[in-house]
């Protein structure tokens, strides 16, 4: 280790369920009663049905233990992105970001533990770490998706919960011309929540295979744009005291945010894959895909402060068997208006190669590269209006509120009216912060600012950029070695870069000069009415284009960063050299007349990692000083594989996997940026110096897992799944002190470097671990086994339990975040005549979950469990019967159809809701036409 510091489609797309599994009887076996003639007649099975034989297929064939997606061509994936599909399977459930299905977990993993890959290869991610957010692929141009839930030596990636591996479709494969379109028209339950939202939007996919030079060349291009509509009514609290003058040790509400939102999805993505076969031994692919993502937000609602606000809390009712005041006011208080914009924007491209060459009969060789890279720009506009400027100037006024049951949060009561002009105007109503910086523009001292010097508003603005290059040699020999039937061996790298830079601005009206009157009535032509806040009882209140007047120049910027050292600790630059080399070898053999197949082998991974930032401090002056930082770390490590498959008969078949794994440390965690304090007399614990911020010197957690699976392929449309997963986990990551050496290092508030080295640093450190076990059953079962009467009917469904015991380094006991300890899916459907029908819920129970705070920091909450309710109809003339309308389907779609809430606690106690997020039902009716 080394380290320097340096100086400054068609209703059949609902195949995507097919893949759920489900909770399961014992079926019989039907027979054909002796004597009994039985005429065969070839059936030709499509749609919905087609693709859950191709699921169980896959299933069926496979090494490992794994889930699948099947899809017969692309634009045959009904959900808005791969996460609302693979969150049906048996073990995965997914968080909902904004009311979309965003961040997989697989058996209690949250998705920072698992990896994804785009055909066989590593993928980047818009978010600050490593966890796909998959709402930024689209289902309808994959052709499938596999879940590894137990490795092979083989896997280009490495996650201690899995790997998840999406598919483009190969043209060659498919064997025909197809040219597809598909169109769709999407709306809200919620009418409009502001003035300028949206509540109806489309997409449309148009998609296209086809075949040249004898079958020699293929291609396959798909193209999908969606504008997709989405709204939210959200209560939400700043937190809870326990210490309010007059009421300590009860708990009282902090203050709260609640708003309604609007936002629209925009994605434009597009794929293409080149497939050439020049003769029978060599195999060529050329894939790139393209996603534009876009997603715009309003955001409008009124900020009330209670008891860490300015004005007196009265309790008028408790709740004493939890000390909770259930209702309360506060007395003579000022609100900040908010009139918030966002948009979060990102461009990823991605391109791959692969060659696979049969140099002999027993002999595969395969060459593959690729190369994606995404950008991610985040900007988030907070603009504030009220009464008046400081905390006791303007009008205030006596605010209640009353908290309602089932966790939805509290209903207020005032008495101003915010949809007055003439009483809310621009400016900050509140003291909430004053950049010294500012302070000195104005002439003021720090103890003159009596009202808010600062922000009347401001700008969140971080950016992501993440690049990843892969390459990847590998060969095949089929051999004769008794139980091994074939040795496959290869060697990779991949090389990838991840960046984060942090920026953010206070905002002050143009106009003001720092006096308390600065205050602006909202001019006329930014004026766009009112937004309705009745669902927590606050009534009606203004709403203006924030944007437009910052455009206009209405408003003065000053980067935070030069008295804020959280945006210096919060940039870094993560970059990782992999290289690894595997050794498997293919099992075939039999065991007492039965057939026993699977794999074991052995992956080397060797990673040089380094991380670039800042070490800051902030001087007497107010200022934040800094320097480079440039940080080298390396490790390798031995993972061994081990699958096996014994077919106790043809349809029954039992399952035993093993493996160590590992899941790399979060890349924010890792970052070399550091706030630094150099004290010339020792602390109480003989430290000079005191660091805080990322740990360059993580190391990935480690698991030694085991599965035991029992599967029954009673018939191909259905099947029984009985499993037991048990893992074992160490060198976990936790909150934590390390001594770390600073010699050679500079003092940033001086530049000089004092020959004391002792430094006590907090961060993220290894330590702890523990185990996690769990349970899955799942079945797929088509009552067509009971009559004939029932063919097309059959239900899918599937039942995880999951425990864990996992402690950190001190011994105190730790939740996993993602797990639920209860995940179950039930889809029931009908397919036949053309016909279609599903209704799909999946269920989860409480769990940690992540979501963003302030700014954009990821922050793990407790959040309850959920159930979600979608359903499908859909209607294929061709397989109808009608002939002159061959190819044409139309379907109508609706989810979330309980409207069911995304809500979070502050706490143990049940009664402190910190989010309740209602974003009603989305309907969507579309038609798909196949040339």
């Known amino acids: ?51 859950v034989m191709d699921a169980i297929d896959t299933k069926r064939e496979a090494t490992g233990v794994v889930e699948a997606i099947s899809a017969e061509d692309i634009g045959k994936l009904p959900d ?53 957010e998959f709402d930024l692929y689209p289902s309808e141009i994959m052709s499938g998706v596999t879940v590894h839930k137990t490795p092979t030596a083989d896997l280009g990636a490495e996650g201690i919960a899995g790997v998840i591996d999406m598919q483009s479709v190969k043209p060659l494969d498919r064997g025909e011309r197809v040219i597809k379109v598909n169109s769709q028209y999407e709306m809200t339950s919620f009418d409009k929540l502001n003035p300028d939202g949206e509540d109806s939007g489309h997409r449309a996919t148009l998609s296209y295979i086809d075949q040249f030079a004898d079958d020699r060349i293929g291609v396959a291009f798909a193209y999908n744009t969606m504008s997709s509509p989405n709204q939210e009514e959200r209560w939400n609290s700043w937190g809870y005291r326990t210490d309010t003058p007059g009421l300590e ?30 003769n029978d031994r060599l195999d060529l692919t050329f894939d790139s895909l393209y996603v534009d ?93 009220g009464t008046g400027r400081g905390d006791s100037l303007g009008v205030g006024e006596d605010i209640g509120y009353t908290f309602r049951s089932g966790n939805t949060g509290a209903l207020f009561t005032h008495q101003l009216d915010y949809s007055d002009w003439d009483l809310i105007k621009l400016g900050g109503p509140l003291s909430w912060g004053a950049s010294t910086a500012l302070n000195s523009k104005y002439g003021l001292e720090e103890g003159d600012v009596l009202y808010n010097s600062a922000q009347d508003g401001f700008i969140n603005a971080p950016e992501i950029d993440d690049e990843l290059s892969t390459f990847k040699l590998a060969a095949t020999q089929m051999v004769d070695l008794g139980v091994v039937n074939e040795i496959s061996f290869g060697v990779s790298h991949r090389a990838r870069e991840k960046s984060k830079d942090s920026n953010g601005y206070y905002m002050t009206l143009a106009n003001f000069d720092g006096e308390s009157e600065g205050m602006l009535t909202v001019p006329e032509e930014y004026r766009l009415g009112t937004v309705s806040l009745d669902f927590i009882g606050m009534g009606n209140m203004v709403a203006y284009d924030s944007a437009g007047l910052l455009a206009d120049g209405y408003y003065d910027l000053l980067d935070e960063s030069l008295t804020g050292i959280q945006h210096l600790t919060k940039s870094f630059t993560v970059s990782e050299d992999v290289t690894a080399a595997f050794a498997q070898a293919g099992i075939d053999t039999e065991i007492a007349g039965m057939p026993l197949t699977g794999s074991v082998g052995m992956r080397y991974v060797y990673t040089d990692q380094r991380s670039e930032g800042y070490a800051g401090t902030v001087n007497a002056d107010g200022l934040v000083e800094a320097l480079a930082t440039d940080v080298s770390h390396d490790y390798d490590h031995w993972l ?166 996992v402690e950190d380094q001190h011994g105190n006991d730790y939740e996993l975040p993602g797990l639920s300890d209860r995940i179950e899916s039930l889809t029931l459907y009908y397919d036949n005549y053309g016909f279609s029908a599903r209704t799909s819920v999946r269920k989860r129970s409480d769990f940690k979950g992540e979501v963003y705070g302030l700014g954009f920091d990821t922050t793990q909450v407790d959040v309850l469990g959920e159930t979600i309710v979608d359903a499908q109809l859909g209607y294929d003339f061709g397989e109808a019967g009608f002939t002159g309308l061959d190819g044409l389907s139309v379907y109508l779609q609706g989810t979330n159809l309980t409207d069911e809430p995304f809500t979070t606690l502050s706490g143990d106690n049940e009664l402190q809701v910190r989010d309740y997020q209602s974003y009603g039902k989305t309907y969507l009716l579309g038609f798909s036409y196949e040339f």
Do not use: C
Request: no cysteine.
């Open 293 to 385: 993502f876009n997603d715009e937000k309003i955001l409008r609602g009124i900020e009330v402060p209670f008891a860490w606000g300015q004005g007196e809390v009265v309790a008028n009712e408790i709740d004493e068997a939890t000390g909770f005041v259930t209702d309360g006011t506060v007395l003579d208080q000022r609100v900040v208006v908010r009139n918030d914009m966002e948009s979060r924007e990102a461009k990823l491209n991605s391109f791959g190669f692969n060659a696979k060459y049969d140099a002999t009969d027993s002999l595969i060789l395969e060459f593959d590269a690729s190369h994606s890279k995404v950008e991610r720009k985040i900007w988030s506009f907070e603009s504030y209006s």
């Open 80 to 132: 808005s992105s791969i996460a609302e599909s693979i969150s049906r399977l048996p073990g995965l459930t997914s968080q909902r970001l904004d009311g979309r299905a965003s961040r997989v977990s697989i058996r209690g993993f949250g998705e920072n533990e698992s990896a994804t890959t785009f055909n066989g290869r590593e993928q980047v991610s818009i978010g600050d770490n490593r966890g796909v």
């Open 1 to 51: 280790m080394s380290q320097s510091y340096k100086g400054k489609g068609v209703f059949r797309p609902t195949l995507l369920s097919a893949a759920v599994a489900a909770v399961s009887v014992s079926l019989p076996a039907f027979a054909a009663e002796e004597g009994v003639s039985n005429t065969l007649e070839e059936v030709t099975v499509t749609g919905f049905r087609k693709s």
């Open 640 to 805: 061994p594989s081990l699958n096996l498959s014994l077919a106790l008969d043809e349809q029954q078949t039992v399952r035993f996997g093993a493996a160590k794994t590992i899941s790399r440390p979060r890349m924010d965690e890792m970052n070399a940026s550091q706030e630094v304090t150099y004290s010339p007399t020792p602390n109480a614990d003989g430290y000079y110096w005191t660091v805080t911020g990322g740990n360059p010197n993580l190391e990935p957690k480690e698991s030694l897992g085991l599965d035991l699976t029992y599967e029954n392929y009673f018939s191909d449309e259905g099947y029984f799944s009985v499993a037991y997963f048990w893992k074992d986990l160490k060198q976990w990551i936790f909150d934590g002190n390390y001594e770390l050496d600073m010699s050679g290092v500079a003092d940033p508030a001086t530049g000089e470097v004092p020959e004391e080295s002792l430094a006590f640093a907090s961060g993220k450190v290894n330590g702890g671990g523990g185990t996690l076990q769990g349970y899955e059953v799942s079945a797929t079962l088509p009552f067509n086994m009971f009559s004939e009467a029932l063919d097309g009917f059959g239900v899918i469904a599937s039942h995880t339990g999951i425990t864990s015991d």
């Open 249 to 278: 040790g009860y708990s009282v509400l902090g203050g709260a945010k609640p708003f309604v939102r609007s936002s629209v999805l925009d994605r434009d993505s597009a794929m293409l894959v080149l497939q050439a076969q020049p």
